[in-house]
């Protein structure tokens, strides 16, 4: 009797898995992988992974796609375009966000917004922001969400239309934990950072840089300690989103270390760029601000040693693009805003009115292949935690993402360890007009993007095709 | 040719300042110390000190007096009766709380309370209460008050008629730091608690000790932390008031190792009480309702260890005195309140509606000196720091109070250590009914308590006459 | 086209690797694993793990067998009895030590020892002990070792005839950074031991107890640092052996914090036992000396809180046995002893003439397995890397054991989580007539153990014969 | 009746003790203070303290002067020379060392050393260096001094002559205890250091600033740490000396945390020297060579940074001369050695060969106060605890020394704060050809010394005559 044969054999591949790296074929059937093992029989079709390493396609656990704000206006990166750029840059699965608009019920805030969802070339799920935690939001919406495996829940402790005060944060908390749903939380504090550009702009300092003088790490530091404080008191499982300095990466260690339920995510943003990118001649830091804001150029190291010691443990794009040539024009930042928003004499908006938020989602992965495996800094089953097992556990989709063992999605990148590539935005496969990592050199590059069994990505070309991909009902976290 | 003659030597006492014990004389003239030394020259009156230990008079920092809440309540324990109380426990000058109303102006608020001052039969200052920070108060009361020598602002966290968010707080700190007046800081999570108190009252938990359920450490901590990052980002000094637990002494720990100008006090409720004091019959556990609230019997411990290790450096009595037959009747709290106001069936207040405070301003340097001093736990000088001498520097007063030194005012306490007694209300001077001390013993006990250079208390008695008291006009905080 | 057949498949298990678990059949031949998927095509033979957890066979990092002392003394457990407990508890390779005679070089001590070694039913390795670092051992007979594959270092900071002094740690550190070796490393101060022991002794305090208090966490604490530090100014990865208390591991956390390449291993004893098993009539108490010594109760909590947050991630058994026949009759400790062995008026040795060790290559991962998965404390994937994959990383077995991916040997175990067991010395297969779990309860034990593709035990017996092992020889440490 | 006239009245000055800082007139009267006051009566003799600083006599608790080496040769610095310089330099009291000679007793070892010190002119006490500690010498010797009023003991662990290893300084502490004598250690590790020196000299690297990477932080930081695990576990209160880094100050605030009795001095060289001394032509780094090494220039503000946290609470001068010319001319150290001595093709000693120790007997005040008080680190309270209060406590001296109370002796010196001054060897009173801080501007200069109630040093003159200091007996510590 002989094993039955498989759709794809990807062969001869070095697979490195969340903990090993080993030489063997992968057997895929029915868009799963099926088989794991030395001298598989052969597949329907063949990928020769001879001196690649194969890995688990990313899962990019935290990214804005085609967000529908309030005032009607529409991020420019669509699900088509946002998940071509995925697969070519080795994500083969996204979250995005379900908006709350305030004032309006889940069910009536951004409709059609699912079904826009719908387009995405690779498997996608969402959390739910919850910017307006109204008894029936809380009673009966998101019971209902996450019965229909939407299981987690985004809060901003920040931003005009999307903060929430402390006793709404400890509302949405404890229905987390009834229902047992993970919460992911962005720290700032919002008052502070108010006051700070109240007194930027009185006193006349209006340019991209006065972003990252308004969000210093201390407001950081304090939205995070406050947000664990909280979710400590009521005992439910929270990650804090994009941290990007020691200030607050300690918070979450310390909280950790007394045994509390808390993870932190970072972006290759806050591993590779800083103060210097927030300046240039020509508006050109407008192209870097995002929040939290960038830090002091010693902080990238920093915060590659809270990723060393596992306080950091997932790497996300937080991909939220706007063109520059939109960001230069006029003031508005599709929801993710502060204060008054000012124009300036030359017509570009104050540091305030700059849409916040950076494009990422292609760059995410060869950036921290490069920063991470090929500097030597972590080893392969490293970059596979930070870049999909992690993530996969925290956000209910273990066994299917972050994993090459049977059962799992067939969802696969064979890197090519030794390319080197300069990120050229000409390029890449976003809609959005800048990267700001324009001339960055990588070393490993994406050879070819598997997803759901089917070659997705080859040789540069994106071939899956929109609608490809499924919306991912997902089950209740597991601790990374 | 000789020294001119004093009014007064104290003869031959064990002297104890913030940093050394002495064998010496102290001579008086004047109302201020003008020589130490040996064999000093005859005093037109002598106080012999033999075998007695000699401090600088104990200065309370926080104390609530007499204070008029909007609804027309006053403080039971009067200015007269406080400053009795103070001067029997060793303590000859304090500094209690000008109140604002919110929609008042400082000017309108609790009119005729600094004339009510002026029947203290010991030395006093204001700290000025902020709970409605509006333009006016911050851009002229505010200053005014501090020419005057009110150089402090309390402001809390907590508390529904107090309480200030965070924006308020940073342009209170703001203001502070302009006219470099100190800040301290009641440091309870608002929200936090709310949402205990609604979920214990839902629940049917209404007895005294669910006020300490209501108010854990962690609400403590994050609170803390806050105000201390909020302060970080103003670089303004700040204190907080009465820390009762590890959680919120190692957030001031950690600021201060990375150079924050923050500073902790405690009080004796939290060296010797715990829960065990929230429960007993017949409502006994109403007595031992104070905010923060007690903690669990080990965490005394863990509050002297900080102590020690000079995180918590003055310890006050934060005597804020409801007699217990008030506290049985009615619900109502002067202005110290949270959540609805409860009866329960038997007609005694829920615990959120016992008004919240202990009285202590006459036991805190007895219980001070027997627990720490007696008990080997601190040695005289560190109980002169703790007593008067830190709270002098921080709050404007060195070289005047907390000082045995020529030109200090002649506050003396004559203690004799080895007086052992046990604490009976019956043999208090303050205006309240009970003391959560009742039958605590004490070893060390004040002598006699000398004021402005005159005896105020003798054998018991307090000589010293209502309106003998000044008002101290503070210089800006120096850093202890 | 067919996949080959397979010698083995296990089939339809629960499949626990470092990283996740999944379901699984596990395809062997050649004594490897050779595929890992659903539905594989038959074995020549197959086990079914339905309803059981397969994970890696446990590699005993740690453990003394048949050691024989320069006065001609040998253990009790010889290859052929450890290899059985071993395999029957789930260990299905171990790593032993050659000894080093004071006085002699590598080769001309114990004899014939490696020719012993080749009895053992299982896979085996060496450390190579270093208790006299000469010129011509660190030169020349260390290189040779390495080369064959002895690529761990073992030395004593403590035991009259085993330790370095500074000195020589430092050169054999510096030896073994130039071959890429690892060290391990006892860390107890042989000084403090001493001067304890003298004073126990001359105070008449002779009983089992007081072994642990002549080493009390302290000495370990300070050796442990040491140890750290003089690899630190080396540069040398090394691992601190048997972490019995918070204090020691606290050092381990520390340097890590600061980059150190250090680790930390623990054993069950440490996470189960305590000063409670010193004690008990008939001398009982000497079945439970080891060192470092048990400490108080509350430490195996603090031990396990050390394993959570990684700073200890191998346990091992330092299985060490001295039947209590022989440790009751007559002072001696095979090598592991301190001052000198003064027996008491009743026969039995003082404490500190007990040999030291305890028994526990059988009943390690039944203990690991009970008190960590099945208690909830761990997960399976932790488990796995505590029992065998960290060890084969750090011990350059890497891709070779702890794995169950395609090229490890076949090395597994078919736990029964739900298997309810007492451990009883009388069912266990060492040589030794005690084991300081009797009576211990365990809930998960395992059902079948293969080891290099053939079923080495099955329903308690077992079935792999003396000589079935082979030698490994070792690459370099990668990190765990 | 007056007050008896004084012998000196010191009029007008900010007098600073160890906590306040006062204006008084200070009234001495038989070489005592006997009064602090305001219009003090006049005195025989009055002295003018207009515009000037008061403070405490400096107490230097570590100095080396005349030492007599086993080898015969003898310190420059003689004890007139040496209480000239410091006088001058605002110190009127020192601490300096009777050696032991290995081999010797106590009894047998420099001989005629204490009647050399009667030639001091101001007052001195000795540590007993302790290198053999024989049942003679502690249980003898040891008690005999003690009873004579040496009540400290110093051990060194590293220096060939002089060294303990851990056996040997178990037994000094121990014995410490017994009779409640002070141990202060000098902490680095011997072994590591003579590895390193090995290393070096056969790498041809054998500069001065080899000294340097002879002695990297981490020697110091395990020395500190052994000693005070080792103190901890006799529970022996410890001073470690001279601690130049954070890595060692970091052992002693971790240390403390956990309630070990254990003080850190440092002194400063440690504060504004660094690795760039150890350079330059012509051999001018052998200037710089002290033991612990200066570190690399950061280090000054971290350990700066540990005496604002209190960890460093002394700061010594380890004034320890050797002239260059000698330095340079020929090896040996007068026992402060390591390794063999070897020169180099130009006749200077390779680093390892150069006398270890700096002048600063006389440059410490003014350099402490100058950084510290001057620059605003430090008030003037503070630098009277590091300059002096603190040793007195530590070191029994406490009410005598560090002290402007009545009962004091009448040590003072008068600062100007305003005077400025760079320090010039050919100004001072050493006997040393040369000084570290030739050139270093200082701000804050003694005006003048009084030393036992007689002006000691004024215009720069030294009025005290050798033998005018007296041999101070004294008490067991107190904790700082
Ligand atoms: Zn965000
Ligand atoms: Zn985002
Ligand atoms: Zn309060
Ligand atoms: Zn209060
Ligand atoms: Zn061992
Ligand atoms: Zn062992
Ligand atoms: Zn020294
Ligand atoms: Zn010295």
Redesign the interface.
Known sequence: ????AYDLVVRGGT?A????????DI?ILGGRI?????????GREEVSAKGLVVTPGGLDPHCHLEELAQDGSVHEESFASGSAAALAGGTTSFICFLPQWKGHSLADSAPGYEARAQKSRCDYSFHQIITDPTPEVLEREIPALIARGVRSLKVFLTYDPLRL???QL??VL?VARRHRAFVTIHAE????I???IDALLKAGLTDPLQHAWAR?P??E??AT??AI??A??VDQPVQIFHVSCEEAAEEIARA??RGVKVWGETCPQYLTLSHDDLQGPDFAGAKAVCSPALREKGENERVWRRIL??TLDIVSSDHCGFSFATAKRAPGSGGYGMGDANLRPDGTPAFNAIPNGVPGIETRLPVLFSEGVSKGRIDL?HFV?LSS?NAAKLFGL??RKG?L????DADLVLWDPDAERTIRNSELHHAIDYTPWEGFAVKGFPSVTIAAGRVAVQGGEVLAQPGAGRFLARGPYAMA
């Open positions: 009797m002989a094993d039955r697979v898995t969340a903990a090993e790296v080993v030489e063997a057997g099926v088989a794991l093992g030395r001298n598989l029989a052969a005060d402390d006793a400890i509302r404890a504090n919002y008052d502070a108010g006051w700070r210093p201390v407001v530091r304090e300690h406050r404080a909280l400590e008191m950790r270390a010691d596992g089953p935690r097992a273990e066994g994993s063992m049977p059962g799992a």
